[in-house]
T-cell receptor
Framework: GAGVSQSPSNKVTEKGKDVELRCDPI?????LYWYRQSLGQGLEFLIY????????KSGLPSDRFSAERTGGSVSTLTIQRTQQEDSAVYLC?????????????FGPGTRLTVL | QQQVKQSPQSLIVQKGGISIINCAYE??????FPWYQQFPGKGPALLIA?????SEKKEGRFTISFNKSAKQFSLHIMDSQPGDSATYFC???????????FGSGTQLTVLP
């Protein structure tokens, strides 16, 4: 079956513009995560969705960042009024349930460049 | 606050050698410690994971050693191959949380 897919693979935008990044998780996976990977850094947690529960937004760095997950499947991460420090690779992962032992499967990421 | 510290930042080993990457954590509530492997242009993929009730876990050429008292764990890659050249991330997770806390990564190069 298909893995986690993300689009676009690359996005170049101008400072101040809004961007939307899309994630299609593995079919049937109830948990979905967004992480950010800055150059030379590890992955930084942004937000977590589990089924119909309220998302864990504790990792969002500012109110310019938001995410939604429609129908328990596709998720969109929105960054408003982008800043240069938002430049990073945004990774989405999904897992089959919320139990902590379940493996997170990552997509290839969206490389965001803010000029 | 970096809760998982990883070293070295980069590592070069000869083919057939042993690659060792170390991680240290601060939060004693962590109870699951995976290692991820990432190739350029790809997302990280789970390589091997351990829980703190065991001191070692081996899968093929990959071994995790875990020292609970020292709050340290390490990845050993035996008989390293050029195909192992990638970036390796250690991570940790609390049982009550779902997200992973990652180390900063180690870029491994295995010379042919």
């Amino acid at each position: 079956g298909a893995g986690v897919s993300q689009s676009p693979s690359n996005k170049v935008t101008e400072k101040g513009k809004d961007v939307e990044l899309r994630c299609d998780p593995i079919s049937g996976h109830t948990a979905l995560y967004w992480y950010r990977q800055s150059l030379g850094q590890g992955l930084e947690f942004l937000i977590y969705f589990q089924g119909n529960s309220a998302p864990d937004k504790s990792g969002l760095p500012s109110d310019r960042f938001s995410a939604e997950r429609t129908g328990g499947s596709v998720s969109t991460l929105t960054i408003q009024r982008t800043q240069q420090e938002d430049s990073a690779v945004y990774l989405c992962a999904s897992s089959s349930s919320g139990s902590y032992a379940n493996e997170q499967f990552f997509g290839p990421g969206t490389r965001l460049t803010v000029l | 606050q970096q809760q998982v510290k990883q070293s070295p930042q980069s590592l070069i080993v000869q083919k057939g050698g042993i690659s060792i990457i170390n991680c240290a954590y601060e939060n004693t509530a962590f109870d699951y410690f995976p290692w991820y492997q990432q190739f350029p242009g790809k997302g990280p993929a789970l390589l091997i994971a351990i829980r703190p009730d065991v001191s070692e876990k081996k899968e093929g050429r990959f071994t995790i050693s875990f020292n609970k008292s020292a709050k340290q764990f390490s990845l050993h890659i035996m008989d390293s191959q050029p195909g192992d050249s990638a970036t390796y991330f250690c991570a940790a997770r609390r049982g009550s949380a779902r997200q992973l806390t990652f180390g900063s990564g180690t870029q491994l190069t295995v010379l042919p």
